[in-house]
């Protein structure tokens, strides 16, 4: 490999880059990509114009770098150590992708229910829904929405509408309701959920705060994957719970 792995004067573009890892990693994004160039990970040539130009030096190099967090869940930090030990000549593993079997590493169940993904908390479409299409969508009342709403589980925008998650969280409490739960109940969900988000914008308000073009687009990127990990963790440490509780 070439040190710091730079292409020759014709290279890929970004988007041909993303076209070529997504068979293999498809929760890879552009962003993504970029947040792994201001790590230092990869250093893509430009054109005069700046754009990006990726030599098939750095294409494997991202393979290696998205293999290594995906199949050995290996932090940036310690992957960068290994790619600087290989550009400069030090002994150190082979920069090529580690090819476990998916079913042995993916972050799924055995039955196949997918833990959540950072795709899973990118922005869709902005949709806005009145009180009364709430209360419609969810199939409940008015006084389990003002409980809803007295103990922070569902919590309208600045203008008085709700999004769809507040839909699906009402539905999800109405259904709970059935075993004898009431809304007071879950407060601890909440709570929760209030501190694994102040969590994560710990993390990422520094990157928001950076000047140059792209910080929004890595922070962004940063914040949908550690959601995904946290709520991964979260269910992973509930379901460990449980087998405790059945004895399974």
């Known amino acids: 490999m070439t040190a710091a792995g730079r292409p020759q004067r014709e290279g890929l573009s970004i988007g041909a880059v993303l076209a070529q890892l997504r068979s293999d990693f498809p929760d890879v994004t552009i962003s993504k990509i970029r947040f792994l160039e201001s790590e230092g990970l990869v250093r893509p040539g430009r054109t005069p114009s700046g754009y990006r130009?990726?030599?098939?030096?750095?294409?494997?190099?991202?393979?290696?770098?998205?293999?290594?967090?995906?199949?050995?869940?290996?932090?940036?930090?310690?992957?960068?150590?290994?790619?600087?030990?290989?550009?400069?000549?030090?002994?150190?593993?082979?920069?090529?992708?580690?090819?476990?079997?998916?079913?042995?590493?993916?972050?799924?169940?055995?039955?196949?229910?997918?833990?959540?993904s950072a795709e899973d908390f990118a922005p869709g479409r902005e949709v806005r829904l009145t009180?009364?299409?709430?209360?419609?969508?969810?199939?409940?009342?008015?006084?389990?929405?003002?409980?809803?709403?007295q103990y922070g589980l569902v919590r309208p925008g600045p203008a008085g509408f709700y999004d769809p998650d507040s839909v699906l969280v009402a539905r999800t409490v109405r259904a709970m309701t059935e075993f004898g739960i009431?809304?007071?109940?879950?407060?601890?969900?909440?709570?929760?959920?209030?501190?694994?988000?102040?969590?994560?914008?710990?993390?990422?308000?520094?990157?928001?705060?950076?000047?140059?073009?792209?910080?929004?687009?890595?922070?962004?990127?940063?914040?949908r994957e550690l959601a995904a990990l946290s709520v991964t963790l979260h269910t992973l440490l509930v379901k460990a719970g449980i087998r405790g509780v059945t004895g399974g």
């Open 131 to 149: 009180r009364e299409e709430l209360l419609e969508q969810a199939g409940v009342d008015a006084g389990t929405l003002a409980e809803l709403e």
């Open 53 to 116: 130009q990726f030599a098939p030096a750095d294409v494997e190099r991202l393979r290696f770098v998205l293999s290594a967090q995906r199949d050995h869940y290996l932090p940036l930090k310690v992957i960068k150590e290994q790619l600087d030990a290989a550009d400069s000549g030090a002994a150190g593993p082979e920069v090529t992708p580690v090819r476990l079997p998916r079913k042995l590493v993916s972050l799924s169940s055995p039955a196949g229910d997918a833990l959540p």
């Open 182 to 223: 009431e809304p007071r109940h879950l407060r601890a969900f909440r709570a929760s959920a209030d501190r694994e988000v102040g969590l994560l914008e710990q993390i990422v308000t520094p990157v928001y705060r950076h000047r140059d073009a792209d910080a929004k687009a890595r922070a962004d990127e940063m914040v």
